[in-house]
């Protein structure tokens, strides 16, 4: 049955083929795949050369027939019979020996699933991306992501010792997401797998780069259910990153723009209160920084004319503030020629 089912495969190959090709060349409205010049906010830089090199002959992986076919056929045979790792040497070996034969393709596909199967995640993935590149007009294209996608999870939540501690860093991890978005930037898959490297990011202190992930995700699926969850995670990152660093009123002034514009957007989300409750403490943080911005030319810099258009400035903002009758009778005083205060 496993042997009928690989044939059947190989049989409507030549049928989908044509389908695939198509939907590689689809352009960035409608198609799912990535491109070279696609451009992916928040994800890691890479090499001006990313392409897979194509696999070539080995001594290492010598083939034991005369033909793709023949070489597939008893490749197929050794998997059947349990020898998963003679049976990956044998389709390794196929897709080195004819690397352009349609059988290589179905090789590729199997070598990749004996990896997954062996639970060789990493490099089952790496298999699969091998496919994706090489063959991809000759996959199950959606499938092969859909798999990718299972074994970067699996990657994720194994990646922790007995103990509880992590076995290794998780960059190697976060990259192979952004290699299926990378892969298929539109694909249904993309706007969770964005929220899932956005978390890394996050869990690894990277809140700018989080922020970016997030916000690519609202410009390319503003309408995708995951949309919800990531103008909330935004905002919790630019919350933190203002309060952090509240001496930076640009970094604030941007969070309180991103924020109105979130509620404007959706103003029934599940989380206004709690963002609005962020807000309002960004408003406030931005209305201190103001009024010690002001106060600094009156004191510190004994600066008359700056003090009076730093006061100036802040009552056409803050108007309505705690500060603003101290500030008002403040600016009376200097302008009727008081001096600066020690």
């Avoid at 103990?163 to 694909?187: H, K, Q």
């Avoid at 604030?252 to 404007?264: N, Q, S, V």
Wanted: charged share 25%; aromatic share 10%; glycine share 4%.
């Amino acid at each position: 049955m496993f042997l009928h089912g690989r044939k059947v495969w190989l049989a409507t190959l030549m049928m989908t083929a044509t389908v695939c090709t198509g939907l590689a060349q689809m352009g960035r409205a409608g198609g799912t795949r990535g491109y070279a010049s696609d451009s992916f906010e928040g994800f890691a830089a890479l090499d001006e050369d990313t392409r897979i090199p194509q696999k070539e002959k080995s001594f290492w992986y010598s083939v034991d027939a005369a033909t793709p076919a023949a070489q597939l056929e008893y490749a197929a045979k050794l998997e059947a019979r349990g020898k998963d790792r003679s049976a990956r040497r044998a389709y390794e070996a196929l897709v080195r020996e004819w690397p352009t034969a349609l059988e290589s393709a179905q090789a590729q596909l199997a070598l990749a699933q004996l990896f997954e199967k062996a639970q060789k995640y990493d490099k089952a993935f790496d298999e699969y991306q091998y496919l994706l590149v090489h063959f991809s007009g000759h996959c199950p294209y959606t499938e092969v992501l859909d798999r990718q996608y299972r074994l970067a999870n699996s990657m994720l939540h194994n990646n922790k010792s007995m103990f509880g501690w992590r076995i290794s860093g998780t960059d190697s991890i976060r990259e192979r997401f952004e290699l299926i978005v990378r892969n298929a930037p539109r694909s249904a898959i993309a706007p969770e797998v964005l929220l899932i490297i956005g978390s890394m990011r996050v869990a690894e202190k990277e809140l700018q780069e989080a922020i970016s992930v997030y916000d690519g995700l609202l410009n390319r699926f503003p309408n995708a259910p995951q949309a919800t969850s990531a103008i909330y995670l935004a905002a919790q990152c630019r919350y933190e990153l203002a309060v952090k660093h509240s001496y930076n009123e640009p970094r604030a002034r941007e969070a309180i723009a991103f924020f109105k514009a979130a509620l404007a957007r959706m103003p029934n989300h599940p989380q206004k209160e709690q963002m609005t409750a962020w807000l309002n403490e960004l408003n406030a943080l931005l209305l201190e920084q103001n009024y010690i911005q002001a106060v600094f030319y009156d004191t510190k810099q004994r600066n008359v004319e700056a003090a009076k258009t730093a006061y100036r400035r802040f009552l056409t903002e803050f108007s309505d503030s705690k500060y603003a009758q101290q500030v008002r009778d403040r600016l009376t005083e200097l302008e009727k020629g008081a001096k600066p205060l020690k």
